[in-house]
């Protein structure tokens, strides 16, 4: 197809589209001619991951480009496939305090969670308990062992989920679950919260939901 | 307490601390001549909440100015203490398809959660399901609802441990918690992640951590 072809099914600007193209974000097309490309489903699977990830991971363009890198490197091993996304999700400059550094360790090491000793997370979680702590809201062990749990739960529903036929696919799937799947839980997490917080403190503004129209079962 | 000592104890360069004031983020000191002022406590703790908001919860200076007007919005109902940060954390420009929303709306009317109808985690959360269904990946319902289980436990939790004492201090708290939970909750899923998927599709390369070296208990 043509880029108007791409641009249509995508709903991807062809200026957007050229402006991947260059970046090399998005392989190039068939050459047909010295000015015109011709493009394929896989530029269609291949704009549309990009747009997902942008619009609804939240990832700038530089973190598409590496997870990108990942999907596309095949000599990654299968079972970093959930890994692909990480790195890109996760902030450049991190820094922690010893002391949450060890309460993160013997938290992983409690639950038996094999991981990479250098993985940045265990950084990244320690830096958010030193920033908890440094405004005087000290995280307590037994709501960060709810968190723990709650983890626990939904990355073996997440990874159970994923597909076992294809590699390409298995990786993708696991950098979308992991990207989107993210603000998803966070969105449902708010809507519990405003649900906790009105039973807790008592509202009249908050009101049950209505059943949804029929038309849908 | 002069803007030098101000920056010393925050830790926060004093030029920051300068366009942070120009900005409105921060409260102006009492004046003290034409051209000095002194800072006290609540400049200290403001300057804290802000970087943690800025640094740990990745929050842009825009949103951070949101969360603070609602966190200083006296009127505001004590049963929005959760609420106050919301707003801020969510993206401006939502949409989603109709059977989306209906989606949603069903599994929030299954779990009973009292919310604002009108409430932009809706949207959002309809629109991720949508981004997710168009490269592909369909958010089948047994997931969701682990999802939405999780999200329960855990907001349970953190609207258990919000202190209950003093209006400011819960409001602040549950900014702090809503924007800085998030980033721990994703970090510890990965983690998870790391271990289920190591677990499915089997490794060399991971490993249980060592338990921390002695000196903590």
Redo the contacts between chains.
């Keep these: 197809m043509w880029i108007a072809e791409l641009s249509r099914r995508t709903e991807v600007p062809v200026a957007t589209i050229k402006y991947y193209l260059r970046e090399g974000l998005l392989p190039a097309g068939e050459s047909v001619g010295a000015t015109r490309s011709r493009y394929g489903e896989a530029h269609v ?1 291949r704009l ?2 990009i ?2 990830l942008v ?2 991971g ?1 990832l700038s363009l530089a973190r598409v480009r590496s997870v990108l890198a990942e999907v596309d490197e095949e000599s990654l ?7 692909a996304a ?1 790195s890109a ?3 450049d400059d991190l820094t922690a305090t010893a ?1 949450s ?2 309460r993160v ?2 938290l ?2 409690e ?7 250098d ?1 940045r ?2 950084l ?2 320690a ?3 030193d ?2 702590d ?4 000290h ?2 062990d ?3 062992e ?17 597909p076992t036929d294809d590699r390409q696919r298995i990786v ?3 950098v ?3 990207a ?24 009249s ?9 029929a038309g ?1 079962a």
Excluded: C, F, M
């Design positions: 699977h549309r991951l747009r997902a619009e609804s939240g091993e299968l079972h970093d496939v959930l890994g990480h999700l996760i902030p002391e550094r060890r360790d013997e992983v090491v639950h038996g969670w094999l991981v990479h000793p993985s997370d265990l990244l979680l830096g958010a308990l920033a908890l440094k405004v005087g809201y995280l307590e037994d709501l960060l709810t968190y723990a749990v709650a983890a626990t739960k939904i990355a073996e529903a997440e990874v159970s989920h994923l993708e799937s696991g979308l679950v992991t989107l799947g993210g603000p998803i839980l966070l969105a449902l997490r708010r809507l519990a919260q405003q649900n906790a917080s009105a039973n807790r403190y008592g509202t503004r908050l009101s049950h939901l209505n059943h949804p129209p849908r």
